[in-house]
C-alpha cells in the first residue's frame, strides 16, 4: 500500500514554509470533518451523499501523493452511483493510513 507523503505540498509551497504550514493546517482540519461526514453518510446509507464525500476526500488522496489510492477511491465513487459498496473495505484503509500519517507531521 501507498504511503501518504508532502511532496505535492512541497510542490506548491516552492519553498515557503509559512505556505507549508498553511496547506498542512488546512489539510489537518479538513480531513477529520470530510471523513466524519463520510461516514455518517455511509452508516446513513446515503449514497449520493456518500459519493458526494469520497469525491471531497479524493482531493486530501491525491494532494498527500496517492496516486494509486486516488485510482481506488475514484472507482469507489463511480461505484456508489450504482448503490455498489465493494471498494468500502479500500476506501477505508485508505482513510485510516492518512488518519495515522496526519498525527505524525
Do not use: Q
Request: charged share 45%; net charge neutral.
Amino acid at each position: 500500500m501507498e504511503k501518504p507523503n508532502l511532496d505535492y505540498v512541497e510542490k506548491l509551497a516552492r519553498g515557503d514554509e509559512s505556505l507549508r504550514k498553511k496547506l498542512i493546517g488546512i489539510i489537518k482540519d479538513e480531513f477529520p470533518e470530510e471523513k466524519e461526514a463520510y461516514y455518517k453518510s455511509l452508516k446513513d446509507k446515503d449514497f449520493k451523499k456518500t459519493e458526494e464525500n469520497v469525491h471531497r476526500l479524493k482531493h486530501k488522496i491525491i494532494i498527500l501523493g496517492l496516486e494509486e489510492n486516488y485510482k481506488i477511491a475514484n472507482k469507489f465513487e463511480h461505484d456508489l452511483r450504482e448503490l455498489n459498496l465493494d471498494k468500502v473495505e479500500d476506501f477505508d484503509k485508505i482513510l485510516i493510513a492518512i488518519s495515522y500519517y496526519l498525527k505524525t507531521i
